[in-house]
């Protein structure tokens, strides 16, 4: 009996979360289009939370391309294969790796970031502080954090992506045998700009919403203690990933499935 | 004790309001006037509900039952709107100051100016300078919040509240937490930006000497109702034996020194542990 109360009791709180997260959204998109006419504040977030996550992206998307070099070259080659060494790194890095690997990336570095300081600005008092300033912090605060993850995320993801096929390049070309032209070729003649690279895009432009949205729910719902907001942050890291990755799978699906 | 002439010239006007959190219920047919021009502090032991009253004045709660006025409006049936226009004219000082810590002092005086006014750099500098000089800290305007010390602080917090020259200034528990110059000096300023500026004041606290000594008129709460009321005078000569134990500090009295438990004895004897 305890156990199913409990179960409900998640549920209750789980949907009411849930509303709360979509009115915190709503209220959010319209504070978005006030704050378009402040450029300056989102060029300042655009800054914290993508200039500033572009050496982890830069530095996982040049080893994730160099694996994929080494592994895709050493399945390939049995096969005599090796020429579509180029195919097999970009489509990788389109289609999954880049939008999905700097989704986890970006909700570990700039998401927890972006929880940690709105929970703080609220244990600090400093969003009420606002709000008695009649300067509505969904607005001033959230909205231009949550517009510069949208922005940034899709744009992280073509750096990822790019020097990841650098990266197979380095691997495939400088280290292994194949060559160079037919690297670039095999990639240029096998990726489609509208089945790859604007699916992938997509992908990022969705992941960068969900996974900013869910970094400033989280610090605008956190409990105003250093507890809640340990908590908050960590609770952001984890939803959003598994959201990118639940997301993941239901996009390729109504992508690249023929079902 | 008297009470405030409910016929003179009122700022804020708090009829029967009834809250609860939860089950615990804070407020029970609360009445109180603050009057508009003076200093008026209310006070009472903490966990009473004082910085709720505030969150009522500033219409970030709405009580239950009854009515809060401010300046003759009736501030729970405001639209988000008009909610922040009447904030416009509101300063509030928190108690942790609620500085943005990411501004320095002089942007921190300045966001309120800059974010309701379209006014030129020069003059907001002007505004921000004046505001500094009041409070002593206008070599200060160039540090960051950090790097301030308690007192300064609530001072930098003081004069980013009387920014826009409001109508109303809330203080939030302003002596807590003070060394005895610092304390000093925020008491000095609450009066003197109140009687500079011709403003009204509201000023929170469980300080009873640093409240009576700034106020115009007290008011006590306790048991979710105004226990006592009067001028700093009145209340210190009252006969009211929950108002003598709250100014005298006195741990025992209708306020209970123990929290109810069950007969000593009988806990003494019971098996640990208990259930």
Known sequence: MTSIRLLGRWVINSVLRLGRATMFLTATLVGVF???????????????????????????????????????????????????????????????????LTALLF?????????????????????????????????????????????????????????????????????????SGVYWTSMQEGVDVYDDILNGVIKSVVFGFVVTWIAVF????????????????????VIASLAVLGLDFILTSLMFSEI | MSQVDKSQDSLIQIRDVGFSFGDHKIYDHLDMTIPRGKVTAIMGPSGCGKSTLLNFIGGRLKPDTGDIRVNDVS????????????RKQMGMMFQSSALLTDLNVF????????????LPDELVKNLVLSKLQMVGLRGARHLMPAELSGGMTRRVALARAIALDPMLVMYDEPFTGLDPISLGVIVKLIREVNDALQMTSVVVTHDVAEGCSIADYVYLLGQGRVIGQGTPEEMSGTKSPEVRQFMGGLPDGPVAYHYPARDYKEDLFQDWPDD
Not at chain 1, 59 to 86: C, H, K, P, R
Not at chain 2, 107 to 118: G, K, Q, S
Request: charged share 15%.
């Open chain 1, 34 to 100: 006030w704050i378009l006419r402040r450029f300056q504040l989102i060029l300042q977030q655009v800054f914290a939370v993508g200039v500033l996550t572009v050496l982890i992206i830069a530095v996982s998307g040049l080893f994730v391309g160099m694996v994929l070099g080494l592994q895709g070259y050493n399945t390939l080659v049995d096969f005599g294969a090796e020429s579509s060494l180029g195919l097999v790194v970009a489509l990788s890095l389109t289609r999954e790796l880049g939008p999905v």
């Open chain 1, 107 to 179: 909700a570990g570095r700039a998401g927890s970031a972006l929880t940690a300081e709105i929970g703080l600005m609220k244990a600090t008092s400093q969003l009420a502080g606002m709000e008695m300033m009649a300067v509505d912090p969904i607005e001033r605060v959230m909205a231009p954090r949550f517009l510069a993850g949208f922005i940034a995320m899709p744009l992280l993801a073509a750096m990822f992506t790019a020097i990841g096929v650098l990266g197979g390049y380095l691997i495939g070309v400088g280290m292994l045998s194949v060559d």
């Open chain 1, 218 to 237: 989280e610090g605008y719902d956190a409990a105003p203690t250093s507890e809640g907001v340990s908590r908050a942050t960590t609770r952001t890291v």
């Open chain 2, 75 to 86: 501030v729970p049936s405001l639209n988000r709107r008009d909610l922040y226009a009447l």
């Open chain 2, 107 to 118: 942007e921190n005086i300045a966001f309120p100016i800059y974010e309701h006014t379209e």
